[in-house]
């Protein structure tokens, strides 16, 4: 069932190749998708990435769809990643209870805006911090395997 999407993807990849990019462009673009896939601000990762592939020239489809298949990892790791945020900057920690959260924001919506901006600050940052190195991470594993397993001219390797 998961390896439906994987092979789908893989046969976009290669087909990319085909189309005369090279694998370290690829691996550029795959390491670029899965980091920005990961950016704390659910909704905004397809934007992002249609804007890098567009200032780096990057496949804009491959970007997209390793943006997409990293949607549950978004998910599973947003918390943390905002978590890591206000560990970082030693920020008040924001309450998630509903109840909590309609209070507040009937009470003096500004201020519970400015803490979840800050928060969602602080977690951006701290998604920098980690893009980077996972970036460097990723294209390079990325680079590697593809290499080995297609050449720059589109043909499977044996």
Known sequence: MIHKPFKKLWQLITKALKQGITPRKLAMTIAAGAVIALFPMYGLTTLLCFGVAIIFRLNIIVIQAVNYLMTPAQLLLMIPILQGGIWLFKLKPVSLDMNELILRFKRDFVDLF?????????????????????????????????????????????
Do not use: D
Not at 123 to 140: D, E, H, K, R, S
């Open 114 to 158: 400015q803490e979840i901006g800050t928060v969602i600050l602080g977690g951006i940052a701290f998604w920098l911090l980690l893009a980077i190195p996972l970036f460097f991470l990723l294209y390079f594993a990325s680079r590697l395997i593809l290499s080995r397993f297609i050449n720059p001219y589109g043909e499977e390797a044996g």
